[in-house]
């Protein structure tokens, strides 16, 4: 069973940065791909970024290509997005999720999932 905590949100103006964190524990950290979403109230939870169990490729969201960089360190077993040029459409509720093996972009593919962490851009 793997617990995720996420920490780094907060409200930033457009065309800030922002690096989100999440943590892992109760699971071998190196096993599972990893993957941020965001969820605004009234919307679906949606893909953010994500990475690889084996840490080499990562995806991203076209909305957010180019302005989000995913990575990961195993012996921290932490997981980060380092996002720049923020703008409004940004502004949502940040979850970190975990799933062993493959990475797949589906909200349902994951099955550990943090408490998520608010990230507010004024324009």
């Known amino acids: 069973q793997v617990q995720l905590v996420e920490f780094g949100g907060g409200s930033v103006q457009a065309g800030d940065s922002l690096r989100l964190s999440c943590v892992a524990s109760g699971g071998t950290f190196s096993r599972y791909s990893m993957a941020w979403f965001r969820q605004t109230p009234g919307k679906e939870r949606e893909f953010v970024a994500g990475?690889?169990?084996?840490?080499?490729?990562?995806y991203y969201a076209d909305s957010v290509k180019g302005r989000v960089s995913i990575s990961r360190d195993t012996p921290r077993n932490t997981v980060y997005l380092q996002m720049s040029s923020l703008q409004p459409d940004d502004t949502a509720v940040y979850y970190c999720?975990?799933?062993?093996?493959?990475?797949?972009?589906?909200?349902?593919?994951?099955?550990?999932w943090g408490q998520g962490t608010q990230v507010t851009v004024s324009s």
């Open positions: 990475i690889n169990w084996a840490g080499g490729t990562t």
């Open positions: 999720a975990a799933r062993i093996s493959a990475f797949q972009s589906a909200l349902s593919a994951y099955n550990y």
